[in-house]
């Protein structure tokens, strides 16, 4: 089992920024992948950044140049800066665990982001 505890998110103006960050703590192995999904209300969730444990990463295309993961293998933690935000990018945003040997991912509980336009 793996635990995420997320931080960061709210509510911002569109063109402002937020940074959000995530805890990982338990069963953790070291081939793993972290990254940020979101959802907004009516629509599935999606995926927007992730980043393995070597550090190559997978972004969204409609968030490509204004979002940036990273990662803190030694904390086994995962950050997603989000610049030049939009009101479309309003919804929940759930950090992800996932490795090989996992049937499905971890998820963290949510954080919400509003961007206002």
């Known amino acids: 089992q793996v635990q995420l505890v997320e931080s960061g998110g709210g509510l911002v103006q569109a063109g402002g920024s937020l940074r959000l960050s995530c805890a990982a703590s338990?069963?953790?192995?070291?081939?793993?992948?972290m990254g940020w999904y979101r959802q907004a209300p009516g629509k599935q969730r999606e995926l927007v950044a992730t980043?393995?444990?070597?550090?190559?990463?997978n972004y969204a295309n409609s968030v490509k140049g204004r979002f940036t993961i990273s990662r803190d293998n030694a904390k086994n933690t995962v950050s997603l800066q989000m610049n030049s935000l939009k009101p479309e990018d309003s919804a929940v945003y759930y950090c992800?665990?996932?490795?090989?040997?996992?049937?499905?991912?971890?998820w963290g509980q949510g954080t919400q982001v509003t961007v206002a336009s």
């Open positions: 992800s665990y996932t490795s090989p040997w996992m049937n499905h991912p971890s």
């Open positions: 338990g069963s953790i192995v070291n081939t793993n992948t």
């Open positions: 980043v393995t444990r070597g550090g190559p990463t």
